[in-house]
């Protein structure tokens, strides 16, 4: 039987700066997503077609100073940002913002992170099979 591991939930959501988002896990991971980055990794139907899975956001149409005016919790699982630009329909799961964390270590292959619950970039199934 596999052993069950948890995804780490966020302590403290809110700004890093004017622009960007700051998350601080429960695990002491620090995840700062620069805001049009976020943005363009809006998860709602408008932004990606929800049969195909095709991003549907075209990168021009967001502006360069788009940032958060507004993050709200939903549940104990998400957030939604109401965006500079009048896009508020994305609903971000802690489990992809953590996927998204842009840091360096996050960015590390599995291998080389040697952690089961960081919840990176990189899934179990990327490390090398024995």
């Known amino acids: 039987m596999m052993a069950e ?35 363009l990794a ?8 929800e049969v195909t899975g095709q991003v549907r956001v075209i990168a021009t149409s967001i502006p360069q100073n788009v940032h958060p005016l507004k993050i709200d919790l939903i549940g104990r699982y998400a957030i939604s940002i109401t ?19 842009p840091c360096a270590k996050c960015a590390t292959p599995k291998s080389d992170c040697g952690s089961d619950t960081c919840g990176c970039q990189h899934k179990a199934s990327d490390a090398p099979s024995a």
């Open 83 to 101: 965006w500079r630009d009048g896009h508020n329909t994305g609903i971000y799961s802690f489990e992809k913002l953590r996927a998204l964390c």
């Open 42 to 49: 809006c998860p709602c139907a408008g932004c990606v077609d």
């Open 5 to 39: 591991t948890r995804m780490p939930l966020p302590i403290e959501i809110g700004r890093a700066n004017q622009f960007d988002v700051k998350i601080r896990w429960q695990d002491g991971h620090e995840s700062v997503y620069p805001a049009r980055e976020l943005r």
